[in-house]
């Protein structure tokens, strides 16, 4: 079912020979990112072989026409999507008149590795231009995780048998397309260009949102050691600046550019300050020279590391698997802009857009809470915060009145852009993962002030749109919610799914408590809210304690389980064991209408809320509902193994929860969905360390208290993790005998490991 070529390193992702066919992979797999750009594996010289050109601006975006075939009233007018920027990195080179292209030159000793320790990327080669005629090259670059607005090269390369003329273009070019583009339209158009000798500056603004970003580069070139002066040729073109030069190169003689390119965008400066920062930005870079900038980059990912890094000793894969996951999280989001957040596939691809889906409040959210400050987490929450009013707006388009709030499926700036109506209007359970994260970061954390003062206008927004969602059943005699989508996207309008309603209940619920709660802590904090909202005391709890205390959910006294939606046990019942390899995954396969009438589950659905609200359900209900909802999930959602390991290490089905660990941990680096090629899974990643710390791990926190239970794979020698919790450090040490808890700073600490109390 996967492919596996990257060979196994507890510190590296390594590909040695080159395969075109999986170039478009490695482009996924070795991109690189710095929190606010990110950047695809591609060349730098040009390729003409089969490529994804993808270098991305976090919180620049351009709203793409939605396509559809049959509109409907409500759809969303565009796709927001993250869109791909300016060629940065391009170095074209000749060598002899012959261009340096690995599509058509042959090439040896092909060897590519992304060193997460120090955060970059390195690839090395040789290229032959005849019997004895070759040159070899290095190339090392990263995006700057101290300076974000720095990418730099080192591109080195040394002739062997002959001395050729080698011909450097280095360039900045904003005439780019999106791959995903609905109708092949670009995005940029320019605006200002200046090119000089070894500098350039490349200015370009998106079509309709107007974001103006800045592209400005120097280079230098040594030959062993020594400097050379240059007397470039300079071109200039539409959205494209850049050098040419060529070097009479010697045999055995190593020549290194030197290539230093900042961005900036008017997210950050002013629009006529953009193209002097970014000049200013990468003279510093040069000035302060690749070496140096290197070694920042080292120290600044060894801080990242020092809190965030999993080890697991007697089990390579797993250990290269959950590291390369941290790694690209910590790419994708440092969290000190509230602006900005997680798109599904973060700086490596084009697919959903590159924007906000529930994943991160569903997945994402426990990573950054307990491996970052707070505040990180905090700006998480603020995101969502400050798209209330787009939220209200969202549900008023579809009907709701009274200030419910339905929170996007998809968004970049809290307005809906996703464009099929089973999700954007019925794929409603995501509401719920926002009030998750809050009640996961009071509890956490114990700042009861965030709720008072933002979380619970969100919270009351929420419980307004779910009392009006449900509708009484003079049938039932029962308060039924009609034609959802539950996680389970397999399965589009059905009734009462399981997950969706339990979801649902409970923000309402929790809502409640926290008014409660509020009005003893923080009576005045709690009046402005009230004011804020119109949330009548006296009227909207005891309607919606009606809705609590009168919910339908569909079950079986036969299987004595909750049923993922009504009619559930009417379809064919098959296990995912009964599909042949050949047809999967089905969704590459199957027709969606014979995938709708199926049994099979994509993701977690009902054992979702299992997951969410396991203290809800006792141990015999999460075993029977493992048991038979497991089985039926084929895992054709990069979400979905992630929840199983937490629940099957809870059950002590150690080997399920390996299988499914692997599964999480390598999904990209062994392209199990064979999709690989189109991003990486990034949401996905947070659910890999949460099936590591949750599952295997056993953490939990319950009212501002941690709770450990480690149940290790049984090859697995040691697990260690360290989490921020409290303003303290600590570190978990599992073996397969006991379990030692560290405590690097803070204060001493009450905890519970395997159900016993004790001071760290």
């Known amino acids: 079912m996967h492919r596996k070529y990257i060979i196994p390193d507890e510190w590296k992702i390594i590909e040695k020979d080159f395969d075109p066919n999986l170039h478009p992979c490695s482009e996924s797999l070795f991109a690189l990112g710095n929190g606010h750009m990110g950047q695809r594996a591609n060349f730098e010289e040009q390729y003409s072989g089969k490529s994804l050109q993808g ?78 005629k070759r040159i070899e090259v290095e190339v090392v670059r990263f995006l700057s995780m101290k300076r974000h607005e720095i990418g730099a090269i080192r591109y080195s390369i040394t002739p062997r048998g002959f001395s050729p003329v080698i011909t450097y273009t280095p360039y900045l070019d904003f005439d780019v397309h999106n791959e995903d583009s609905n109708y092949g339209e670009k995005f940029w158009e320019e605006v200002f260009a200046s090119v000089a000798s070894q500098k350039a500056i490349n200015v370009a603004s998106t079509k309709k949102t107007n974001f103006h970003v800045a592209a400005a580069m120097r280079y230098e070139i040594e030959a062993n050691g020594r400097h050379i002066t240059l007397y470039p040729e300079n071109i200039q073109r539409e959205k494209y600046v850049g050098n040419r030069f060529e070097i009479k190169a010697e045999d055995g003689i190593t020549y290194t550019l030197y290539k230093y390119a900042a961005i900036t965008s008017t997210l950050y400066y002013p629009e006529n300050k953009i193209a002097e920062e970014a000049d200013q930005k990468a003279s510093e870079a040069m000035r302060i020279g690749f070496d140096q900038l290197l070694k920042e980059q080292a120290e600044a990912w060894a801080r990242i590391w020092e809190t965030s890094d999993i080890i697991i000793e007697g089990d390579p894969e797993a250990q290269q698997g959950i590291r390369f996951n941290i790694f690209q999280l910590n790419q994708t989001y440092t969290g000190d802009d509230p602006r900005l957040n997680i798109g599904p596939k973060g700086f490596t691809g084009e697919k959903y857009g590159g924007v906000t889906y529930w994943d991160t409040e569903a997945y994402c959210f426990p990573f950054y809470l307990s491996t970052r400050h707070p505040e990180v987490a905090r700006n998480l929450l603020l995101y969502r915060y400050r798209h209330l009013p787009k939220a209200i707006e969202n549900a008023k388009k579809l009907g709701f009145t009274n200030g419910a709030a339905l929170y996007p499926m998809v968004t970049i700036n809290g307005e809906e852009c996703h464009n099929e109506w089973e999700i954007t209007f019925e794929e409603i359970h995501r509401n719920g993962a926002m009030v998750i994260a809050i009640k996961r970061y009071f509890e956490y954390t114990g700042d009861l002030r965030y709720v008072a003062e933002y979380g619970l206008e969100v919270m009351i927004a929420i419980g307004r749109f779910w009392a009006q969602r449900f509708n009484w059943s003079e049938d039932k005699q029962q308060y039924v919610m009609l034609g959802v989508t539950g996680p389970n996207e397999y399965e589009n309008n059905i009734n009462n799914n399981f997950y969706t309603s339990y979801i649902a209940r409970w923000c309402m619920q929790y809502t409640l408590e926290m008014v409660d709660l509020i009005k003893q802590l923080y009576p005045r904090e709690l009046e402005v809210v009230l004011e804020k909202t119109g949330f009548d005391l006296s009227v909207e709890p005891k309607n919606w304690q009606k809705i609590i205390q009168n919910i339908y959910f569909p079950y079986s006294e036969t299987y004595q389980i909750y049923l993922q939606q009504e ?90 929860a390996y299988e499914l660990y692997l ?82 700073s803070g204060e001493p600490i009450t905890i519970s490991i395997a159900g016993k109390e004790t001071v760290v």
Not at 90 to 117: C, H, Q, T, W
Not at 622 to 631: M, V
Not at 724 to 737: H, K, M, P, S, W
């Open 55 to 132: 270098s991305y601006i976090a919180g620049v975006y351009y709203p793409d026409k939605t396509r559809v075939g049959w509109w409907k009233i409500g759809y969303p007018e565009y796709f927001a999507k993250v869109i791909n920027s300016v060629n940065w990195i391009g170095i074209d080179l000749l060598i002899d008149d012959n261009p340096l292209d690995l599509a058509k030159v042959r090439s040896s000793g092909f060897y590519r590795e992304l060193n997460m320790k120090e955060g970059y990327l390195l690839r090395r080669f040789t290229a032959h231009f005849g019997e004895e």
């Open 567 to 656: 009619g559930f046990l009417d379809k064919e019942q098959r296990l995912a064991s009964d599909l042949p390899l050949s047809e999967r995954p089905i969704n590459q396969h199957w027709s969606w209408d014979r995938i709708l009438r199926s049994v099979f589950i994509k993701q977690a659905d009902t054992l979702q809320a299992f997951y969410f609200f396991e203290d809800d359900f006792t141990h015999e209900e999460h075993e029977r509902h493992f048991d038979f909802y497991e089985p039926r999930t084929v895992h054709e959602s990069s979400l979905s193994p992630c929840v199983h390991v937490v629940l099957a290490a809870k059950l002590h089905k150690i080997d399920k």
């Open 663 to 744: 599964r999480t941990s390598r999904l990209d680096l062994d392209d199990y969905n064979k999709e690989v090629h189109e991003g990486l899974h990034i949401t996905s990643m947070a659910g890999t360390w949460m099936s590591v710390v949750e599952g295997f791990g056993g953490m939990r926190v319950r009212h501002k208290k941690l709770y450990f239970d480690p149940l290790l794979p049984r090859h697995w020698k040691r697990l260690s993790f360290k989490i921020i919790f409290d303003g303290r450090i600590l570190e978990v040490n599992a073996t397969q005998e006991a379990t030692h808890i560290v405590r690097h």
